[in-house]
């Protein structure tokens, strides 16, 4: 009976142990997931000042429809930047400027005539727009449409000295103007096509009128929130889209819309004046089709020395940094970058939205657009994840206008974007960066 009860008694300080032991282990973690509940009563109030009065519509309106299309160092590109101070400085940032970013060296380009018809075997103009930095042609040009058959780089040997070969895609200011290129719409491409594969003749008549002009630098737009706290108020939160578009239709969805998005989001935060700990920063990046050229190269000044690697004053400053580049969808969750860190704080955060089908909390990478510049020097940059709407045939084309905007979606994603950035900004700690990996000796790597 005394062994007996011993034993039980042993059992019990085990078990007893085990419960201290578990509750500790986990203690850190359970005080973390508390810390990142969102603020429900800030989060109501985004929520009804972004869904109630939002102003997506008329600012979507005016970088869309007034601005217009935004080709990096187009005339239109300094117009959109001119429009964005001024939006920054009526919502009452602070800090606002028009900043260079790096040096462009393709130079200014502006489309200012573009004229394509088919005229044979019957009448019909298309809807289309020149390839960019590419020449003019002398005038109205007519010819036969002809059907090369080239698949590999020796099929266009046989074409040799009867076909002008191009160099638009590499073009460098100051050097020959290219010849005159044409992109034309799927549609009317396949049109010709298939005539021309019927043996149906086919003639065009095309005026092309390009100018070309200096223009040295990529700029970024940017404006602040100052943050209020004593010790936390040199660090920085970022939200920001590339406001650069190509040249056929506005740029609305590529990338107006995320400019909108993130302008509404401050808006949002400015309106029910909020006291950050943190200073909220805006940057709308100049030149990211060209090669994520204003976000690289604010990460260049202010971050990382591209040639050193050595981190600058405000590379310890940084707390965090959210972007939009992927069109008109719905958030619905974002891309963590591998940074397995940052999981519970998200799936915090996005617990007020789960009823908006936005809880998604990918381990994935997405490339492609500017958080790259920030991830790839080991900073927390983050791309949201998003409905995919008409990417291939609105994109980069003259179908890419007000009309492939959803303005609901574009209010939910400014919504939750305000809510990250606010909540990335009153957190006691910054958001983590992804842990430092030391390099293994060229000697012991595997092959593949």
Same mark, same amino acid.
């Given at each position: 009976?005394?062994?007996?009860?011993?034993?039980?008694?042993?059992?019990?300080n085990?078990f007893k142990?085990?419960?201290v032991f578990?509750?500790?282990f986990?203690?850190?973690?359970?005080?973390?997931?508390?810390?990142?509940?969102?603020d429900?009563?800030?989060?109501y109030?985004?929520?009804?000042e972004?869904?109630?009065?939002?102003g997506?519509?008329?600012?979507?309106?005016?970088?869309?429809?007034?601005?217009g299309?935004?080709l =990096? &160092? $187009? *005339?239109?590109?300094?117009h959109?930047n #001119?429009?964005a101070?001024k939006k920054?400085e009526e919502?009452g940032?602070?800090n606002?400027?028009?900043e260079p970013?790096r040096?462009f060296?393709?130079?200014?380009?502006d489309?200012?005539?573009?004229?394509?018809?088919m005229?044979?075997?019957?009448y019909t103009s298309?809807?289309?727009?020149p390839?960019?930095? =590419? &020449? $003019? *042609?002398?005038?109205?040009?007519?010819? #036969?449409?002809?059907?090369l058959?080239?698949?590999?780089?020796a099929d266009q040997?046989?074409?040799?000295?009867n076909?002008?070969?191009s160099?638009?895609?590499n073009?460098?200011?100051?050097t020959s103007?290219?010849?005159?290129?044409?992109?034309?719409?799927n549609?009317?491409?396949?049109?010709?096509?298939?005539?021309l594969?019927h043996?149906?003749?086919?003639?065009?008549?095309?005026?092309i009128?390009n100018?070309?002009?200096?223009s040295?630098?990529v700029?970024?737009?940017?404006?602040?929130?100052?943050?209020?706290d004593?010790?936390?108020?040199?660090?920085v939160?970022?939200?920001?889209?590339?406001?650069?578009s190509?040249?056929?239709?506005?740029?609305?969805?590529?990338?107006?819309?995320?400019?909108?998005?993130?302008?509404?989001?401050?808006?949002i935060?400015k309106?029910?004046d909020?006291?950050p700990r943190r200073?909220?920063?805006?940057a709308?990046?100049?030149?990211?089709?060209?090669?994520?050229?204003g976000?690289?190269g604010?990460?260049e000044k202010?971050l990382v020395?591209?040639k050193t690697?050595?981190?600058?004053?405000e590379?310890d400053?940084?707390a965090?940094?959210f972007?939009?580049d992927?069109?008109?969808?719905?958030?619905?969750?974002?891309?963590m970058?591998?940074n397995?860190l940052?999981?519970?704080?998200?799936?915090?955060?996005?617990k007020p939205?789960?009823?908006?089908?936005?809880?998604t909390?990918?381990?994935r990478?997405?490339?492609?657009?500017d958080?790259?510049a920030?991830d790839?020097?080991?900073?927390p940059g983050f791309q949201?994840?998003?409905?995919?709407?008409?990417?291939?045939r609105?994109?980069?084309?003259t179908?890419?206008?007000?009309?492939r905007?959803v303005?609901?979606?574009?209010?939910?994603?400014?919504?939750i974007?305000?809510?990250?950035v606010y909540?990335?900004a009153m957190?006691?700690?910054k958001?983590p960066g992804?842990p430092?990996m030391?390099?293994?000796?060229?000697?012991?790597r595997?092959?593949?």
């Amino acid at each position: 009976m005394n062994f007996t009860n011993n034993l039980n008694n042993h059992r019990m300080n085990i078990f007893k142990i085990y419960i201290v032991f578990t509750v500790l282990f986990l203690l850190p973690f359970l005080s973390q997931s508390q810390n990142e509940n969102a603020d429900l009563g800030m989060v109501y109030k985004i929520k009804q000042e972004g869904l109630k009065n939002s102003g997506t519509e008329e600012m979507a309106f005016w970088l869309t429809d007034f601005v217009g299309p935004r080709l =990096t &160092g $187009s *005339t239109g590109n300094n117009h959109g930047n #001119e429009w964005a101070k001024k939006k920054m400085e009526e919502l009452g940032l602070q800090n606002v400027r028009i900043e260079p970013a790096r040096e462009f060296s393709r130079g200014g380009w502006d489309n200012q005539k573009t004229y394509a018809a088919m005229t044979s075997p019957y009448y019909t103009s298309f809807a289309c727009n020149p390839v960019a930095w =590419t &020449g $003019s *042609t002398t005038g109205m040009v007519k010819g #036969e449409v002809l059907v090369l058959n080239v698949k590999t780089e020796a099929d266009q040997e046989q074409y040799k000295g009867n076909i002008p070969r191009s160099n638009g895609a590499n073009y460098t200011a100051g050097t020959s103007q290219p010849i005159a290129e044409l992109n034309l719409p799927n549609e009317d491409f396949a049109r010709m096509e298939r005539l021309l594969r019927h043996n149906v003749p086919v003639e065009m008549e095309i005026d092309i009128q390009n100018k070309f002009f200096d223009s040295p630098v990529v700029n970024n737009v940017i404006g602040e929130i100052p943050g209020t706290d004593k010790t936390l108020k040199t660090e920085v939160v970022m939200l920001g889209a590339h406001i650069d578009s190509w040249h056929g239709g506005t740029g609305a969805a590529d990338n107006a819309s995320g400019c909108v998005v993130m302008h509404e989001a401050i808006r949002i935060l400015k309106s029910l004046d909020i006291a950050p700990r943190r200073t909220i920063r805006i940057a709308l990046w100049g030149g990211e089709e060209q090669g994520l050229n204003g976000s690289s190269g604010y990460v260049e000044k202010y971050l990382v020395d591209p040639k050193t690697k050595e981190h600058k004053p405000e590379f310890d400053k940084f707390a965090g940094y959210f972007n939009m580049d992927n069109g008109s969808g719905k958030y619905r969750g974002i891309y963590m970058q591998e940074n397995e860190l940052v999981r519970p704080i998200f799936e915090e955060w996005f617990k007020p939205f789960a009823d908006m089908g936005a809880s998604t909390t990918t381990i994935r990478n997405t490339s492609g657009t500017d958080h790259l510049a920030f991830d790839a020097v080991g900073l927390p940059g983050f791309q949201f994840s998003q409905d995919a709407i008409e990417y291939g045939r609105g994109y980069h084309t003259t179908m890419d206008t007000y009309e492939r905007l959803v303005m609901d979606d574009l209010k939910q994603n400014a919504v939750i974007t305000a809510s990250f950035v606010y909540n990335a900004a009153m957190r006691q700690a910054k958001l983590p960066g992804k842990p430092v990996m030391k390099g293994r000796p060229e000697n012991e790597r595997r092959l593949p």
